[in-house]
T-cell receptor, first 109, second 114 residues
Framework: KQEVTQIPAALSVPEGENLVLNCSFTDSAIYNLQWFRQDPGKGLTSLLLIQSSQREQTSGRLNASLDKSSGRSTLYIAASQPGDSATYLCAALGADMRFGAGTRLTVKP | ETGVTQSPTHLIKTRGQQVTLRCSSQSGHNTVSWYQQALGQGPQFIFQYYREEENGRGNFPPRFSGLQFPNYSSELNVNALELDDSALYLC?????????????FGPGTRLTVL
């Protein structure tokens, strides 16, 4: 059974800092890994999708990596801004989509 | 291109009642998945519909049921509501027949069971 874990559960950083969010999964038999952003009480916004055959994906200030052999993915956010404050969720798609509990990020001005 | 929409946005019910939530998939997507997200947790997979047939189910009891219509919109029905059913219910659509394709989520329906 796939289990997805995200560390840390919460993170507070000053504006401008670069940061890394971590995601680990127990079953490497996945089709892809997807990172989402969720604002309070809202739905999920897809940030990056990494197919199982890929190692990383980049979009603007975001970079996500995938290491299937070690069961890890990271989301790197460069030059963080207060508008980046949200909960970030990773999800591994295998037989079904399994989510981590998320990292709640606060970027202070 | 129209995104995933869900209705209603908020709903309050009492224990034992039944509820129906609705989802319209993104244009061109014929696969719809439903998720339950309790406060402070990640979403949990309920089930998926593909071409009007259930195509996978998570660890949810039979009182959670669904439908998909020919236009690919979908309903989630929950019978005999319990307090623990209070959550944000999310639906997501994805490209037809493409395993591993990106899922696009709607804004969710917030269900409160009193």
């Amino acid at each position: 059974k796939q289990e997805v874990t995200q560390i840390p559960a919460a993170l507070s950083v000053p504006e401008g800092e670069n940061l890394v969010l971590n995601c680990s999964f127990t079953d490497s038999a996945i089709y892809n890994l997807q990172w989402f952003r969720q604002d309070p009480g809202k739905g999920l916004t897809s940030l990056l999708l990494i197919q199982s055959s890929q190692r990383e994906q980049t979009s603007g200030r975001l970079n996500a990596s995938l290491d299937k052999s070690s069961g890890r993915s990271t989301l790197y956010i460069a030059a963080s801004q207060p508008g980046d404050s949200a909960t970030y969720l990773c999800a591994a798609l295998g037989a079904d989509m399994r989510f981590g509990a998320g990292t709640r990020l606060t970027v202070k001005p | 291109e129209t995104g995933v929409t869900q209705s209603p946005t908020h709903l309050i019910k009492t224990r034992g009642q039944q509820v129906t939530l609705r989802c319209s998939s993104q244009s061109g997507h014929n696969t719809v998945s439903w998720y339950q997200q309790a406060l402070g947790q990640g979403p949990q997979f309920i089930f998926q519909y593909y071409r009007e047939e259930e195509n996978g189910r998570g660890n949810f009891p039979p009182r959670f049921s669904g439908l998909q219509f020919p236009n690919y919109s979908s309903e989630l029905n929950v019978n005999a509501l319990e307090l623990d059913d209070s959550a944000l219910y999310l639906c997501a659509s994805s490209l037809p027949g493409v395993r591993g394709s990106e899922q696009f989520f709607g804004p969710g329906t917030r269900l409160t069971v009193l």
